[in-house]
T-cell receptor, first 112, second 109 residues
Framework: DVKVTQSSRYLVKRTGEKVFLECVQDMDHENMFWYRQDPGLGLRLIYF???????EKGDIPEGYSVSREKKERFSLILESASTNQTSMYLCASTADLNSPLHFGNGTRLTVT | DAKTTQPNSMESNEEEPVHLPCNHS???????IHWYRQLPSQGPEYVIHGLTSNVNNRMASLAIAEDRKSSTLILHRATLRDAAVYYC??????????FGTGTSLTVIP
């Protein structure tokens, strides 16, 4: 089975801090995604990567950046955390864009 | 944009079949229809996906309308463990999977 692991389940950070959310997948998938999930808004795509060092913006990239230096790892970076970035963050991967997405269990980030 | 419309919530009695509908009237000819479910405090879990023909797997069946503008996820015998939010999603803009807000399924013992 594909395993997508997010490094932290819960995270509390202060406004203005730089925050790193890490995601690792073990199935050599080309494509990796970062979503945020908020009540009433569903899952919204922040960034997507289809190969090492390649990235594309999703619907809501403002305030975020990403890094993909190795195929198995996709990092989401909040350069200067703000309270409106308090959310559940979900990482996913897939072998190709017509195959199922595999999700991690999420990181619940609180910015105070 | 190809987007999906689902009822906000549905209820089912335990051990009865459940039909979860999804409308996707702007679907393109090459887009697969995916279904995922999300249990509390977990990430979404893949259920099933298909292109044109009806699909079956150990978890569920997917019935796709002939014009592909709608689909139905069928759980043949609902159990309490099937209580979750179910998402019908399409891939759009080449790489974005649009999730929407899904259908919250309540299973009544």
């Amino acid at each position: 089975d594909v395993k997508v692991t997010q490094s932290s389940r819960y995270l509390v950070k202060r406004t203005g801090e730089k925050v790193f959310l890490e995601c690792v997948q073990d199935m050599d998938h080309e494509n990796m995604f970062w979503y945020r999930q908020d009540p009433g808004l569903g899952l919204r795509l922040i960034y997507f990567s289809y190969d090492v060092k390649m990235k594309e913006k999703g619907d809501i990239p403002e305030g975020y950046s990403v890094s993909r230096e190795k195929k198995e790892r996709f990092s989401l970076i909040l350069e200067s955390a703000s309270t409106n970035q308090t959310s559940m963050y979900l990482c996913a991967s897939t072998a190709d864009l017509n195959s199922p997405l595999h999700f991690g269990n999420g990181t619940r980030l609180t910015v105070t | 944009d190809a987007k999906t419309t689902q009822p906000n919530s549905m209820e089912s009695n335990e051990e009865e079949p459940v039909h979860l509908p999804c409308n996707h009237s702007t679907i393109s000819g090459t887009d697969y229809i995916h279904w995922y479910r999300q249990l509390p405090s977990q990430g979404p879990e893949y259920v099933i996906h298909g292109l044109t023909s009806n699909v079956n797997n150990r978890m569920a069946s997917l019935a796709i309308a002939e014009d592909r503008k709608s689909s139905t996820l069928i759980l043949h015998r609902a159990t309490l463990r099937d209580a979750a939010v179910y998402y019908c999603i399409l891939r759009e803009k080449g790489n974005q999977f649009y999730f929407g807000t899904g259908t919250s399924l309540t299973v009544i013992p």
